[in-house]
């Protein structure tokens, strides 16, 4: 079993990154996957991290713009966007990989305000 | 990658049974037997609920069953109850550990 945790919610101006953390517990082998909701929409798949190597993908409209890595001391994945825009603006999810995402983060808010 | 197409609503009576497709292309449902399943109620994290096109995880009612048949994959509620009312999203691999998600569908209990 794994359980994720992640940072709390995180307001931000238009241009600015936010760093997201999930920090895992229990089992810790797994990969990991990022994934947003903004609000009233659908989910979407960002990317994905390997847990042994650090190898990433990316969906198409993420690519260059973020950044997954992980610190295998702390068994934490992050998740960085750079130059946030106001349709930004969603709750982002860590979830943990089984031949697709298996167990959920609470999520983190992050709000794009001027 | 193009979101998989999933319907918007998929209403239904308590007792009765409602199916949500999914469809995508042979470049992703129709590729690889890596297609989930998620339920996810307002204000909550998504929960998995189907794995692999057909397998539940332990502790998912056997009401929850899911199917796949070329490029389209299935998910049915049968005996519809209260609590099922939720929005439901597939998931899908495409190669080269990318996914894709379905547009999502909420499922009304009449």
């Known amino acids: 079993q794994v359980q994720l945790v992640q940072s709390g919610a995180e307001e931000k101006k238009p241009g600015a990154p936010v760093k997201v953390s999930c920090k895992a517990s229990?089992?810790?082998?797994?990969?990991m996957h990022w994934v947003r909701q903004a609000p009233g929409q659908g989910l979407e798949w960002m990317g994905m991290i390997n847990n042994s190597g650090g190898s990433t993908s990316h969906a198409q409209n993420f690519q260059g713009r973020v950044t997954m890595t992980r610190d295998a001391s702390t068994t934490t994945f992050y998740m960085e966007m750079t130059n946030l825009r106001f349709d930004d603006a969603a709750v982002y999810f860590c979830?943990?990989?089984?031949?697709?995402?298996?167990?959920w983060g609470q999520g983190t808010l992050v709000t794009v305000s001027a | 990658q193009s979101a998989l197409t999933q319907p918007p609503s998929a209403p239904g009576s308590p007792g009765q049974s409602v199916t949500i497709s999914c469809i995508g292309t042979?470049?992703?449902?129709?590729?690889?037997?890596?297609v989930s399943w998620y339920q996810q109620h307002p204000g909550k994290a998504p929960k998995l609920i189907i794995y692999e096109v057909n397998k539940r995880p332990s502790g998912v009612p056997d009401r929850f069953s899911g199917s796949k048949s070329g490029n389209t994959a299935s998910l049915t509620v049968s005996g519809l109850q209260a609590e099922d009312e939720a929005d439901y999203y597939c998931i899908a691999y495409v190669g080269s550990s990318i996914w894709v998600f379905g547009t999502g569908t909420k499922v009304t209990v009449l």
């Open positions: 979830a943990a990989d089984a031949w697709g995402p298996f167990s």
């Open positions: 042979s470049n992703d449902v129709g590729a690889y037997n890596y």
């Open positions: 229990g089992y810790t082998g797994h990969n």
